[in-house]
């Protein structure tokens, strides 16, 4: 979440938030959040711990299946970290929906593995395609005269294994800014 401290908070929507540490983390730093997940229990224990932790009032937690439909509003950031599933779920038409939800000069912000764990040569119980995180870009079909990448890339991050091991697993970052004014194209 470092490209994301260096924003003056306003609107944020957490998309997959599971229980809730991105939007707690964004919340403690000023953004007012939507977070939606399509765990009810996920969103329940979110919202307990949110309230906990003093940024429960700047927070909204919504149970949302975004195979069936897309949240509502437009938001300085959108926010899918690691929006993967273990059933077949079809990324693109929620991120492009996701894309749609920013606000001129808003970011969307996508993290997610680039591969499985180092541990395991397929990511169990998971139904996940592991694609460049320019295959991600290119399959949103941003117009390039309203979006520019501010950061495309694998960035490593150091694991623990199962077994005590310390390993590295890389993730894919994008970072895509909504242009403020674009040139009518």
Known sequence: MEVVSELT??????LGSGEGGDAIWLASRGWRVLAVDLSETAVRRAAEDARARGAGERIEFRQFDLTAGFPEGEFDLVNAQFLHSTFPLDRTPIFRAAAGAVRPGGMLLIVDHAGPPPWHSELEGHAHTFVAPEEVVAALE???AQWEPAEIRSAPREVTTPDGDTATWFD???VLRRRAYTSGV
């Open 172 to 174: 894919n970052v994008m």
């Open 9 to 14: 908070p306003g609107d944020a929507l957490d």
């Open 142 to 144: 941003l117009p390039a």
